[in-house]
């Protein structure tokens, strides 16, 4: 139980363009999401917190702007980085805590990760 | 803010070898704290996860200890092996919204 999946794993894109990245909780429902970048050779850096059918809080140093997160259902979340930039480039990582059925509020699941690279 | 640190930023050894992870965090105040595994371009395995109440946890050939008064963990690897190569990374669970806040990791190669 208590798996994440993201979509897509691989996406190259053109500067200047937008790419949208899903998340979901493929067993439960994830009352909160959490978005995460991970540049090479650094740490996990917590980008937003998103939580079912409310706006996203973003950490310091992250545009919201340029980084929109949806998260319309308890299943699904969505990242899109518009006009999107070659230092936009990262492994942006999403997890998801579920409250729903009992879960600990301290318990993430993480999903599989998606590479962006940006030409 | 918290700050995570993860000692030694890479660590290479021979098969068999038996070895030790460190990672200290700043601020004591944590609910848990996790050790992961995540291979080059993946996401993140979870390996061991402890309470703030409890002092260690064990998974087969892992085993993490916590001192939470110290800010220090160790997760130590007996007789390693080559597909234990990865990298180790530690996170700490704090704050009123339970945040993660990781540290860079340790790439560790196992030779055969």
């Known amino acids: 139980g208590a798996v994440v999946s993201q979509h897509p794993s691989w996406v190259i894109c053109k500067s200047g363009t937008s790419v949208k990245i899903e998340c979901r909780s493929l067993d439960f429902q994830a009352t909160t999401m959490f978005w995460y970048r991970q540049f090479p050779k650094q740490s996990l850096m917590l980008m937003a917190t998103?939580?079912?059918?409310?706006?996203?809080?973003?950490e310091q140093g992250v545009e919201k702007d340029k980084f929109l997160i949806n998260h319309a259902s308890l299943t699904l979340s969505t990242l899109t980085v518009t006009s999107a930039h070659p230092e936009d480039s990262s492994f942006y990582i999403c997890?998801?805590?579920?409250?729903?059925?009992?879960?600990?509020?301290?318990?993430?699941?993480f999903g599989p990760g998606t590479r962006l690279l940006v030409l | 803010k918290q700050e995570v640190t993860q000692i030694p930023a890479a660590l290479s050894v021979p098969e068999g070898e038996n070895l030790v992870l460190n990672c200290s965090f700043t601020?004591?105040?944590?609910?848990?704290l996790q050790w992961f595994r995540q291979d080059p371009g993946k996401g993140l395995t979870s390996l061991l996860l402890?309470?703030?109440?409890?002092r260690e946890q064990t998974s087969g050939r892992l085993n993490a200890s916590l001192d939470k008064s110290s800010g220090r963990s160790t997760l130590y690897i007996a007789a390693s092996q080559p597909g234990d190569s990865a990298t180790y990374l530690c996170?700490?669970?704090?704050?009123?919204?339970?945040?993660?806040?990781f540290g860079k990791g340790t790439l560790l190669t196992v030779n055969p």
């Open positions: 996170a700490v669970t704090g704050g009123s919204n339970y945040k993660l806040t």
């Open positions: 601020d004591s105040a944590i609910y848990n």
């Open positions: 998103s939580n079912e059918g409310s706006k996203a809080t973003y």
């Open positions: 402890i309470q703030s109440s409890q």
């Open positions: 997890s998801a805590r579920d409250l729903v059925s009992g879960g600990a509020e301290e318990t993430q699941y």
